[in-house]
């Protein structure tokens, strides 16, 4: 059964530094991987995926993330945080050789931004 | 280009009772999925329906049931509820059921339960 681990509920940076979530993930194959981001009062929206292929994955707002299979890590990275960032994000994981086709979530990232 | 709407957005209700949310998926997605995210944690799998059938369901009690409508839309049902089924309760839409697909999530129903 595939799982998925956020290290750290909360996050904390200063405007303009780096940013790194992370993920671990179990799974018996190489899985779909993604992470949404959830802003207060909404649902969650895609802020990238790896599937196949290139494993450092570029997506919205300059967030990116690299697939790892020896470390089963997909962590996610930004270079300078912006106050906009402030939001829960979120790591999901499918397992493609389960038959379950259903993401698995992470319990989630606060990433609070400082000015 | 509508997204995924839920409804309600909030509502309160006591132990015992039932209730109904609803929800319409982004236009041109057919799939429907249903998650429970409680306070501080992550979303939860409930069920998931495809052609008006429940296609996979997650570790939820028969109190949970669902429906999917001809036009793609669905609704959650909770009976005999209990305190720890409140909860924000997300509806998720995609093209087919593929795991690579991306999920477009509505902003939820948060249920409260007294």
């Known amino acids: 059964a595939q799982s998925v681990t956020q290290l750290g509920s909360h996050v904390s940076v200063s405007e303009g530094a780096l940013v790194l979530l992370r993920c671990n993930y179990s799974?018996?194959?190489?899985?779909?991987l993604f992470w949404y981001v959830q802003y207060p009062n909404q649902g969650l929206q895609l802020l990238l995926k790896?599937?196949?292929?290139?494993?450092l994955v570029k997506g919205i707002n300059g967030f990116e993330a690299e697939f790892k299979k020896s470390e089963t890590s997909f962590h996610l990275t930004k270079p300078s945080a912006h106050m906009s960032d402030a939001a829960e994000y979120f790591c999901?994981?499918?397992?493609?050789?389960?038959?379950?086709?259903?993401?698995?979530f992470g319990r989630g990232t606060s990433l609070i931004v400082h000015p | 280009d509508a997204g995924v709407t839920q409804s309600p957005t909030h509502l309160i209700k006591t132990r015992g009772q039932q209730v109904t949310l609803r929800c319409s998926p982004k236009?041109?997605?057919?799939?429907v999925s249903w998650y429970q995210q409680a306070l501080g944690q992550g979303p939860q799998f409930i069920f998931q329906?495809?052609?008006?059938?429940?296609?996979q369901r997650g570790n939820f009690p028969d109190r949970f049931s669902g429906h999917q409508f001809p036009n793609y839309s669905s609704e959650l049902n909770v009976n005999a509820l209990l305190l720890g089924d409140s909860a924000l309760y997300l509806c998720?839409?995609?093209?087919?059921?593929?795991?690579?697909?991306?999920?477009?999530f509505g902003a939820g129903s948060r249920l409260t339960v007294l």
């Open positions: 329906y495809y052609e008006e059938e429940e296609r």
């Open positions: 999901a994981v499918t397992d493609p050789s389960g038959g379950s086709y259903i993401p698995t």
């Open positions: 790896y599937t196949t292929g290139a494993t």
């Open positions: 998720a839409s995609s093209l087919g059921t593929s795991g690579a697909n991306v999920l477009t």
């Open positions: 236009s041109g997605h057919d799939t």
């Open positions: 799974s018996s194959v190489p899985p779909y």
